[in-house]
């Protein structure tokens, strides 16, 4: 919906004429809006809500109010701008207040915001700027009552944002600029060299917008080049303005390119001027394939005797030109490389040709080692000929005893003046000779203890293989003066018993071992290894003796001996890989006493309140040398209970005896007579810590005696088999019940009560108490009915218990056993059949009188009959209840 507006407040707009200014070449394009909607009336609201409204490439749009979006509008007026000209109104006292305003480039590009004119007729706003939708660091603020242009002078961004709790303003005169594309020239190839050349330019402006690409694009093919067309090459060098160069490779050789620079920014991409170039023609080298035998110790040989070398661009283009040889695969400090052959010879640096000066080369002498690169760099007496005589005397030999056995790559590179280089190669193989290994250690000559740690042997190993990228694959090693089957060498992580027969592979490098024994001498042999020298020797200094035996031979030393070590080198070439030995470490043995054993164990049956006397078998004592038991340790003594001596024997702790305490003895002549003992009067189970002693040493470790204590037993009462009887000599019985058996006789105290009367009355019992035998778990009190005639209720006989001995009631405990009368009820009748009253009115006495005694209340009713009237009370005659 349009409506027409009254300006509020008389504010100013928003522009419409759009000036637009080329600033220069490669400089951005400066616009200003003036909000000038001629085709509308003055007034017309443009759009309502959230609706965009477009207007000379960008889009002017209300994003949020603090109220309903579908109310807010933008206005055009004609007046009220900048100098009363045209303007745009956001907001207005009638509207809904707007709290956030954009103006964006309707296709999303950047521009360059120089300046706003606000007629501010709301609240203090602010204005920020946008790229792709997130706030730049570019803002400022814009105070209440502002009317005039707001500087803002922001680069790159696509949007401007307005936010105020209430946006009342016209907008008018909006500066901006448009990017165009960057200016760049070209500037002239450099270094050409057969493939490669350096090429670049220079961005000069970057047309309002960031360079965001920059580079070259060339073509054998196409005379002017562009990105994306056939046949060219985008060679990318970076971004942003200047000067900006790199060398482009993979170039054909001998071939005319064309090249120009280029810069690319958001608008699109400039270029500079066609350039060209050719690349230089390569020289051709070729030294023979089949690989070059050297042996060790052997004289220089010639690299290739027909080797040929040439530039088809002529004998001028070696003037500056070089020639380099070096060893470039697997070289080795003793590879040498040098000159010399037929009239080529070399005098300090200078190369000399059939006695011309022809160049100079890089090392005095013409000698360069390891993979040095022997150079070679021509003057102008150098010719195609004379070059590819220089080449043919190239000599390689090694000076090593010791040279590595990889095949060598002798590379040689020839290069021109214009920089264009190519290369061949020659494989060199080399035969070594081995020769065996080496190794040294100190004997420790060490001391071994029984129970203690391995006897490390030797010290200060050094090992060597001689030759260089071998390792150890084997080591033997004797043992003289062996004596008992549990002696072991622990070579490698892996502990080798020293018996016959004995085989494996060790943890740590997964040596196999075989152990062979001749007498009292046991030889261990370790075999596939590959093992450094470093390994090798680490092995030997961690090498070490043991005896696990707890009698070990003492007598007579033990020797171990480094008797042959092997390295991989193999034979050939008459090579010896195997070096007899004799580095020995002498091992006395020490014989120690061993602490005694015990085991823990658990004691029972144990029961509250009766002392328990430990057996001297039970404490599982042990000695390897058989020494006796001397006696116990108790280092903790049980929470609950306590533990002591005996002396008298009379269960109990009296006269002199005292509780054990922690760390308290017990002698092993008071264990043998039974006089260690336990009493527990609580009933929860225990434990206690021990150790064992023997006239030297204590056990190592501690160990537990759990006590479980069986606890006086609870009592539950039932009835059976019934809980109501007759009484007419009915019986059930009242039985007691514990809940576990007991080690003494458990005592039950009865009491009686209830409706029915005892001592043979109603009932009998059996008896006042239960007593339950030590191991039993119940016992009973039978109760009998006792008979009468008399017609009463049943009655009742509760039981329950007063008292237990030796264990207690569980919980209350109660049963009623139920007396069922079984006596018939008494009839009634008249002692007179009629009685007569000689008045008209009188006194009469009625007497009734029961067949038997009743034990209940007896009422007997009775009518008067017609034709009489009677007074006074009930008629109802009552009888008493009879005992």
Known sequence: MKMKLMHPLYRVALFTVLIFAAIGAGKAFAATETFDVSGEPSGEALVNGNTPYELNDFTYQILTVDGTLATAQIAWWNSFGSGNTACFNIGGDQYDKVTIFSISKTDGSSFTA?????????????????????????????????????????????????SSTELIIDIDDFIYTLPVKPTVTTAAASSVAAAS????????????????????????????????????????????????????????TGTLYYFRAYATNAVGTGYGTVAQFTTNTTPVISIADATLAYTENGGAVQTDSAATLSDADGDSEWNAGTLKAQVTANSEAADEVSISGTGVSVSGTDLMVSGTDVGDV?????????GTALSITFDADATNAIVQNVLRSILYRNTSDDPGTSNR?????????????????????????????????????????????????????????????????????????????????????????????????????????????????ATVSLSGGTLTTGEAAALVNAMAYLNSSDTPTASPDRVVTLTVLTDSGGTANGGTDTAALSVSSTVSVTAANDPPTAAGFTAAPIYQGTPYSFTTGAFGYGDVEGNDLDHLRI????ANGSLWVDTDGSGTINGSEQVLANNGTVSKADLDAGRFSYLNTSGTSSSFVFGVSDADDDSTSTYTCTLTVTAEPTVTLSLAPASSIDENGGSTNAKATLSHAFDKAVTVSLAFSGTAAGSGTDYTASGASITISSGSLSGTVAITGVDDVLDEADETVIVSISSVTNG???????????LTDDDAEPTVVFTSAAQASTDESGTLTLTAELSAVSGRAVTVPFTIGTGSTATGGARIIPFRPAR
Do not use: C
Not at 210 to 217: I, L, M
Not at 362 to 370: C, D
Not at 808 to 818: I, L, N, P, R
């Open 409 to 521: 790559t002798l590379t040689v590179t020839a290069t021109d003046s214009h920089g264009a280089s190519a290369s061949d190669t020659r494989t060199i193989s080399l035969a070594a000779v081995n020769d065996p290994p080496t190794l040294s250690a100190t004997g420790k000559d060490p001391e071994f203890s029984e129970d203690g740690a391995a006897a490390v042997l030797f010290e200060s190993a050094s090992v060597s293989t001689v030759e260089g990228g071998q390792s150890l694959a084997g080591l033997e090693v004797e043992v003289t003066e062996v004596r008992d089957a549990t002696e072991f060498l622990r070579i490698d992580g892996t502990d080798v018993a020293l018996t016959q027969g004995e085989t494996g592979t060790t943890s740590g490098s997964s040596l196999a071992y075989g152990v062979t024994v001749s007498d009292t001498t």
């Open 808 to 818: 207690s009631e569980s919980g209350v405990q109660e049963e009623t056993v139920t």
């Open 114 to 162: 120089t300046s706003l004119w606000i007629n501010n007729a709301g609240e203090a706003l602010t204005i920020t700027g946008f790229k792709d939708d997130n706030p730049t660091a570019q803002t400022t603020n814009v105070s209440a009552g502002n009317s005039g242009p707001v500087s803002l002078g922001w680069l790159d961004i696509d949007e401007l944002r307005l």
């Open 362 to 370: 890089s090392a005095s002498g013409g000698v360069v080692t390891g």
């Open 635 to 638: 280092p903790s003594v049980p």
């Open 197 to 252: 050349a350096i090429l670049g330019g220079n961005v000069t402006a970057d047309g309002g917008a960031s360079v965001t690409a920059r580079g070259v694009v060339y073509s054998s093919v196409d005379t002017t080049p562009e990105a994306g067309e056939a046949n060219v090459t985008i060679h990318a060098i970076g971004s942003g303005t200047g000067i900006f160069s790199e060398s482009v490779g993979s170039l054909a």
